[in-house]
């Protein structure tokens, strides 16, 4: 009976152990994929290595090696266990810099020391019995403490202590109630992962370890282990994070659900079916691969039934799961341009089926310059035809809005709007579907007309929508780069301040967010949510140009942009496929003249996937020369140098020029 239990338990320590492998490993890569830039999570990616290295040992002794690769892993089990308390120090020194109180020196100094003496302790362990004695009891191998194991107890212990009260520090600095409750959390949860790593084993007599009594004290403390991993990284997803808490929050549980219980409960699958297959007289090895794949896949299915409901539960209250729901319903009934060309394209076959042509288009006449958006069959009219006839087909329109208008070898409907109005003097002309012509002249039968009407229906709810997508995509450019409540910015409201403060602007801080604050601000140079809403305008340099701009913040917005990009303006003359000015080009052509990416790229000799990523490399480089302006004034002023009526600029001032044009009259010149 009694072997029967041990049985049980070596089984059980063997999966708990696997366990904690999994779970400390797939949170380190949580951890690390999320927050690679922040300082806590690469600390805490440290003290989970540790842990991984660590268990990795245990569950690979439990395969049964040979004697000499026993030893072997014994011995680097101490790369986690060796370095474990100079990672409990520099987690918890992360966490006090993360409050508001880096190190001076002195704490950066005792960390690389400690990681210095964690190398030593691993270097003894590794080729020495001066640590630890390695000791053969039957099947397996006792760990003996050596002469110089009393030290590293001592070491351990002081450091963990430390660790530990730095960690209490950090605590005090928090203001809010959830950041100290986190801090709480995180102060006790890192301390099990230390005790888990240390080598008890060696303090009790040789075998008493794989006793019933060992085993089942392992099995209990490998369960709170991964108890207390859980607890760790909640609060560790905190850390870094540019998403708000209820994210966070949401993408941990659904990590933990589709990641480690996953792979826990294939494992768990593993381990044990063979077992039971066996007192079921079933054949194992053949029953397994269904077993691990059965579970898996109602795992999953399990998880995406309950994952809605647990968030419900567990992270919204009802209000927040309302307006979310809203959101995703957004974001669902919200189609992409390709989708709605798609649509249009299908629209128009069925037309060219229905009507026994092979060719059929639908053009967009709402802007200055037509577009061909959906095509089918090989004769469709080019788009300078359609350029230079624009206005001889908003004439014949405007004769007879209801009627098939012969033109070239087409025929061709009007397309309104009707989200201005129900009547037809409130409808809008948004662009026209055209369709080969079979005959000289319009020979469509009381059917045909009929269909054609159905198809020329269809195409303008499409190309409504398409424009009405376009102008909801366009306010969101301009406004979710202002929505930046982030992480970052929480700290600090969330900490104590710190020994320095900054007199940079808190988005300096963060440049991926700056630059996503220019791009908007470039996006609606003429006007838009994205200029005139945008936290640019926080900056000195804009205010400072608010008297030259009649105190007005967009014009003063536009007007620092315009010196920007003439910043970007090389030397000499200007030419259009030259590398050099090729940045400038595409700032100039397509924010400040509003040019469409077709109409810019073969201008600049460029494919349009090229220009898109070189448009990104201009914005980002404007981004630098806005904060770039913004330093050398805050620098002016702090030294008391007089400054001129405006800043230099390189170059000419055409773009600057132009901000003299209302945003009324600019609307006309503004691209899709």
Known sequence: MEGLLNSF????????ASAIVIMAASLLLYNLTRNLNDRVARASGILLACVTATYVVDVFILLEPSRQTYETALRLQWIGIGY??????????ALLATTGLPSRGRRRRIGKALYLLSTVFLLLAAFSDLL???????????????PLFPVYTAYFAVAVLVAFANVQRARQRCLTRNTRRRMGYLQFAMLTPAIGTFPFAVLIPPGDEFSTLGLLLVNIANIVVILMLLFLAYPLSFFGSRVPDRVVKVELLRFLMRGPATGMLALGTILFV???TRILGLPGQAFLPFAVVAVVLLWQWFTALSLPWLERKLVYTDDDYEQLDRLQNLSERLLTRADLIQLLEANLAAACDYLRVNTAFVADLSDASPELVATVGPTKPSTVLLEEEREQLLALFESDGNAVHQWHSYWIVPLYSTRAGDTRKAQVLIGCLGVQARSAEIDLLPDEWQMLRVYVRRAEQTLDDMRLHSDILAALEGLLPQINLTRRSAANVEFKPGRTATREPEFFADREQFVEQV?????HYWGGPGLTSSRLLELNIVRKALAENEQNPARALRSVLARAIENQRPEGERKMTSPEWTLYNILELRFVKKA???EVAPRLALSEPDLYRKQNQAIQNLADTIIRMEKEYLSRQANGTPESSSPPSEGPAEPAA?????????????GR
Do not use: C
């Not at 338990?9 to 708990?16: A, D, K, M, S, V």
């Not at 474990?84 to 020194?93: K, Q, T």
């Open 9 to 16: 338990l070596i089984l059980g320590n063997e999966t708990l």
């Open 84 to 93: 474990m308390p100079a990672a409990m120090f520099h987690l918890s020194d």
């Open 132 to 146: 630890i004695r390695l000791i053969p009891y039957g099947q397996w191998i006792s760990m003996r403490a050596g």
């Open 274 to 276: 063979a077992p039971a």
């Open 519 to 523: 791009k908007a601000a470039l996006k």
């Open 596 to 598: 469409k990416v077709r």
């Open 658 to 670: 132009s901000l003299a044009i209302e945003p009324e009259q600019a609307h006309e010149r503004r």
